[in-house]
């Protein structure tokens, strides 16, 4: 059974990664209207990865016999200047993601809870993967610049990006996971 304090954290740590989802969504449209249908399917699929980041919490914090409280999800903005902000914004906020996920690991360690300091570890590791991806494609973003044809061939690269993720959570996201 979770502490209170912990069990609460959590339930708030799955409205900041539904947001996640809302804010991929958002950009995923964004790309869409600019032509830029790679860099739409890349926002799509991280959608997809931060949906699957909040089952696994939810999961997690019902099957510690705590209550799920969801919150109203604000609505992320909906126009971006350009694919650099984007991503500038992505990184941003990942990194107020890591911030996050830190502060429920210092906290499971504050209430020596070991199960979810051992659930947590999977984030930790995941937010290092989000971090570098974004930084990755701000340098080839800076590097493009203002040149037109090379926009299109990063476009046609994040086109190819597939979701890993199990997407159908209906049976639990761990039988989900068993089955992709």
Excluded at 41 to 63: C, G, S, T
Excluded at 113 to 137: G, M, R, S
């Amino acid at each position: 059974m979770l502490n209170k304090k912990m069990a609460q954290a959590l339930n708030e740590q799955i409205n900041k990664e539904m947001y996640s989802a809302y804010l991929y969504m958002s950009m995923s449209a964004c790309s869409n209207k600019m032509g830029l249908k790679g860099f739409a399917n890349w926002f799509m699929v991280q959608y997809h990865e931060e949906m699957f980041h909040a089952m696994k919490l939810f999961e997690y914090v019902q099957r510690q016999g705590e209550d799920i409280k969801l919150e109203a999800i604000k609505a992320p903005p909906k126009e971006f200047a350009s694919q650099l902000d984007m991503f500038t914004q992505t990184l941003a906020h990942e990194q107020f993601i890591t911030k996050s996920i830190n502060d429920l690991m210092e906290l499971a360690m504050e209430k020596k809870d070991h199960a979810t300091q051992i659930f947590l570890e999977w984030y930790i590791t995941e937010q290092v993967e989000e971090e570098e991806n974004d930084n990755d494609i701000i340098a080839q973003l800076k590097l493009i610049g203002d040149n037109p044809h090379a926009l299109l061939m990063l476009d046609r690269e994040l086109a190819a990006r597939m979701t890993t993720i199990p997407t159908d959570f209906s049976k639990g996201v761990e039988a989900a996971a068993k089955g992709a």
